[in-house]
């Protein structure tokens, strides 16, 4: 066996399937221990069996409990083998709780005729063939097994099981890009079998998998393809295979290519950035064919794909387990040492809700552009803008503020790369999805927005440069406390990370995601782009609050903050030096608190040109009133 880690073989199916004659060749031709676990039912359990009596969850609870202990006993030293009905999927659970990563699950299967010739034959154990049916009633088929045909000799049956775990692996992974690549060596370095692909490509991709694997030494046993029908077959079953390719087209096409040559419950995990409503699609697309489709946003560049990203991933749950073990190692850790992954609800909300991780992203960069900006006006050079947001890191710590400080830091020739920089954005479609997504829940997370549209502005050069020239906008005269602007960038990042839970929040109650967004700024502590010392605080806060600005902390903090935010935007804005973010902070603060707003006179004017009606604060029934506006006098 190729497996490097030490793991645990369950071999399953009803009574007299052949679990101990399969156990027991297996054990010889692997040279692990073999256990039966019949050997281990209490006297009680047995006694009832033989008076033909099935036994139910409460008697072969501790039985699962003792074959558990039994395996991770077992696994401290080396890897084993274990005969068990393991009829239920519960029972499996507590077969492989704590060892999720290290259990391979074997289920022999025939059919009913064939197995109660073999249970008559059988001389000497304490099972009756009457309860055979019963085994067969209570069976729920584990998807996550490799299924064997019991009407194969007990030889060829061995011959299948050395064939899948000796000459196949247990992952694979399509698409050899920058993220494809670092998950490959994480998975690698984590001592899982790897197959991984990458489409050739005459005269562009040429032998990517097989040169990427002759690049890195944790690569040695893992298996290249460039040819995805034998990357396919080399892979155990169910397969597990991890597409990391460009959102869009791309996936559809692997997709295309793939169908045919998967089998039924194998599982594909996109780990892209794909749109949720295409994941939507793909699911009920792959279903049809009984393959499974996992959407899971990963975030965290290359780096974080290498050393652990945050993963959230969703679909349907059942195959989610198939691979969770995966994910789940490969992923960051947060502070108490529990993977940054964690499956998010059903459909695309695991690609939705890297959606909007990618929104706050958005807003968070754009924030600190706006601070740089701010900084600049006043005639700080990029090391002095590094300085002072080094100081602001033991009050406010983030990636994006760390990074912001290496960027700013970082030197050419001549003075400072940042200075070089067209002053350009890009963007891939997150933030655009995120608008899209808000204007149809009607949800106002507008930093997003804001953030997304100050990138479009940006990219209008040629028109800026005009429209400097025409309004000449003045800059010198910018005076900011540096303390105010720090207090200004702590309360719109508040704002910011209330709005992207906002959006969350209304999206899982619109879709029935029941997404846990304690959990989600929990997984978002460590690995991705916008794992920060906020985050940490906001995953204790949303426990008991979906509103942060309601919890009880926050508000004295906004309090506290406001008067610095009012400050840095009143000056900026008398200077028309733009700051579209922390204003739009500001404002959005603004009109959620007050209780008594302007839309009344929106209504009005509906109901004048539109006949829309209006409702009246003296009619608590909801009533539609509609008034005939016109008066005499203007006409
Ligand atoms: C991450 C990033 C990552 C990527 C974005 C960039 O979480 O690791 O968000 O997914 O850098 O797609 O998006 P834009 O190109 O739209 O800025």
Excluded at 72 to 86: D, F, P, R, V
Aim: one cysteine or more; aromatic letters at 8%.
């Amino acid at each position: 066996m190729k497996i490097k880690r030490p793991v645990v073989i369950f071999i399953l199916g009803v009574s007299g399937v052949g679990k101990s004659t399969i156990g027991n060749l297996l054990s010889k031709e692997f040279s692990f221990p073999f256990f039966d676990g019949d050997d281990y039912h209490s006297k009680k359990n047995k006694d009832k069996m033989a008076n033909g009596q099935s036994l139910n969850d409460e008697d072969r609870y501790e039985w699962l409990i003792h074959l558990n202990k039994l395996a991770i006993k077992q696994l401290e030293q080396k890897s084993c083998i274990i005969a068990c009905s393991g009829l239920k999927e519960k029972y499996r659970n507590l077969l492989s709780k704590g060892i999720q990563t290290q259990v391979k699950w074997i289920l022999l299967s025939g059919n009913y005729d064939l197995i109660l010739e073999r249970l008559k034959k059988r001389k000497g154990h304490f099972m009756p063939t009457s309860l055979l049916k019963s085994q067969f009633e209570t069976l729920e088929e584990p998807v996550e097994a490799l299924k064997i045909d019991i009407s194969n000799s007990p030889e060829k049956i061995i011959e299948l099981i050395k064939e899948e775990y000796t000459n196949k692996s247990e992952f694979g992974l399509i698409g050899l890009g920058v993220m494809g690549k670092s998950l490959c060596r994480n998975l690698a370095a984590n001592n899982f079998t790897l197959s991984f692909y990458n489409r050739h490509k005459k005269g562009v991709e040429e032998n990517v998998a097989l040169n990427f694997k002759k690049e890195f030494s944790e690569l040695k046993n893992t298996l290249a393809f460039d040819d995805l029908r034998a990357f396919v077959n080399a892979l155990q079953r169910p397969r597990k295979i991890m597409l990391m390719v460009n959102a869009g087209k791309p996936v559809d096409e692997v997709l295309d290519s793939l169908i045919p040559l998967l089998s039924k419950n194998d599982v594909i995990i996109d780990g892209g950035n794909s749109h949720y409503i295409d994941t939507n699609r793909r699911i009920e697309m792959l279903q049809k064919h009984q393959i499974y489709f996992i959407g899971a946003g990963v975030s965290g560049g290359e780096e974080g794909a290498l050393n652990g990203p945050s993963i959230m991933p969703s679909g349907n749950k059942r195959f989610y387990k198939l691979v969770q073990p995966f994910l789940e190692i490969i992923a960051a850790k947060d502070k108490n040492g529990n993977p940054c992954c964690v499956y998010m609800g059903n459909g695309g909300s695991g690609h939705f809700v890297k959606m909007v991780h990618n929104g706050i992203e958005y807003a968070e960069m754009q924030l600190l552009a706006e601070v740089y900006f701010l900084l600049k006006q006043m005639g700080n050079n990029p090391n002095e803008i590094a300085t002072i947001l080094e100081s602001w890191s033991s009050s406010t710590n983030s990636y994006l503020l760390n990074i912001t400080i290496e960027i700013l830091r970082k030197k050419e020739e001549d003075g400072w790369l940042i200075d070089s920089i067209l002053d350009v954005s890009e963007n891939k479609g997150t933030g655009y999805w995120a608008t899209v997504a808000m204007a149809e829940l009607g949800v106002p997370s507008t930093m997003i927005p804001t953030a997304l549209f100050a990138r479009y502005i940006s990219s209008f050069k040629k028109e800026r440069i005009e429209m400097s020239k025409a309004y000449g906008v003045k800059t010198n005269n910018l005076i900011i406390d540096n303390e105010d602007l720090l207090k200004a960038y702590q309360l719109a990042r508040i704002v910011n990370h209330h709005q992207g839970f906002k959006l969350l929040h209304q999206a899982s109650l619109s879709h029935n995601w029941n997404l846990n967004l304690s959990e989600i700024a929990r997984i978002w502590t460590n690995g991705c782009i916008i794992r920060s010392t906020l985050m940490e605080q906001l995953s204790t806060i949303l426990k008991k609050n979906n509103n942060i600005l309601l919890n009880e902390k926050i508000v004295v903090l906004v309090k506290k903050l406001k008067p610095s935010l009012n400050k840095i935007v009143a000056q900026s804005i008398l200077e028309e030096i733009p700051i579209p973010c922390l204003s739009e902070a500001i404002n959005y603060l603004n009109a959620f608190s007050v209780a008594k707003c302007s839309a009344n006179l929106i209504q009005a004017q509906r109901d004048y040109f539109g006949a829309h009606s209006y409702k009246r604060i003296d009619d608590p029934s909801g009533k539609n009133y509609h008034t005939h506006w016109k008066n005499k006098n203007y006409d």
